[in-house]
């Protein structure tokens, strides 16, 4: 673990995985300890890792101003980041609400861009809009399951705005491609690894300019890789075909068998496309 001074004086912490060029990795929760993105199915054997704890989160310290918590806030840490290693450009990979923090800093800082992978990201930076219908038709998809009945009389519960006490646990194999013992130990875990209180923060009023994203997206010179589950409730692959066509740059990889956290359901698929990606030498 390597720590760092932010912009306010913030102290962050990175872990580094791996060797060979950064990959610098912005966690999703929003804001859970990176300690959750382990090794990425193993992607720290092609690459190193730099996993950033986003502030209030893991081994880095909270802010004095609570404010700071909101992802705009937050982009100036990415490239506080990058300064303290000493990097031109830097290549950034971001899952679900982080991936609202990589493409804000992808329009403040074009040109600190080297790569960017998107995985399964929150839309809502962007303004793509998912609708339960979306979403029913992905669950839909699951009817086969042993834990379908239950797991789909919860989810018509919880979109239908009725009683959610305990639904919301119950529609998590939803997000997975498989619903076993590492699966319900990696969702188990999320509550003690994030920062409800910057959570509530994080997309805070204000956060987000959708059309000034778009915008900045719209010039970004980078490749962008935008990675969705073929099962992924959060972004569709319809949907994920949308954002990724907000890039100059954009690709689209939909990873077959799929939930929401695609290193945990075939890492070979996911690092592999990664890699590829990372390492195929154009821009």
């Known amino acids: 673990m390597s720590m760092f001074n932010s912009f306010d004086g913030t102290r962050l912490a990175h872990h580094s995985l791996g060797a060979g060029d950064p990959l610098i990795c912005l966690p999703g929760g929003p804001m859970r300890a990176s300690v959750y993105l382990g090794d990425l199915g193993g992607l720290s054997a092609h690459v190193r890792l730099v996993?950033?704890?986003l502030r209030g989160t893991g081994n880095s310290a909270a802010p004095v101003d609570l404010a700071t918590y909101r992802l705009d806030r937050q982009v100036d840490d990415v490239e506080a980041l990058r300064v303290h290693l000493g990097l031109a450009t830097v290549d950034l990979l971001a899952h679900s609400g982080g991936g609202s923090l990589a493409i804000a800093y992808g329009a403040r800082y074009p040109a600190n861009v080297g790569r960017l992978v998107l995985v399964?990201?929150?839309p809502r930076a962007v303004?793509?809009?998912?609708t339960v219908d979306d979403r029913r038709a992905m669950a839909l998809l699951r009817r086969d399951e042993p834990w379908f009945p239950d797991a789909y009389a919860a989810f018509e519960r919880v979109w239908s705005e009725a009683e959610l006490d305990g639904d919301e646990q119950?529609?998590?194999p939803f997000f997975h491609g498989r619903w076993d013992d590492a699966h319900r130990a990696y969702d188990a875990q999320e509550?003690?690894?994030?920062?409800?209180?910057?959570?509530?923060?994080?997309?805070?009023?204000?956060?987000?300019d959708p059309d000034g994203i778009r915008s900045g997206l719209a010039q970004l010179p980078a490749r962008v890789l935008l990675i969705a589950g073929e099962f992924d409730l959060a972004l569709p692959p319809g949907r994920a075909a949308e954002y990724a066509g907000l890039f100059r740059h954009g690709e689209l990889a939909v990873q077959p068998g799929a939930g929401h956290s695609g290193w945990l359901d075939d890492?070979?698929?996911?690092?592999?496309?990664?890699?590829?990606?990372?390492?195929?030498?154009?821009?």
């Open 51 to 53: 996993l950033l704890d």
């Open 120 to 122: 399964c990201p929150s």
């Open 127 to 130: 303004g793509i809009g998912v």
């Open 170 to 172: 119950l529609i998590a």
């Open 191 to 208: 509550p003690d690894q994030t920062n409800a209180e910057a959570a509530a923060m994080y997309y805070a009023a204000g956060a987000v």
């Open 267 to 283: 890492p070979v698929w996911f690092v592999r496309t990664v890699t590829a990606f990372l390492h195929d030498g154009g821009r």
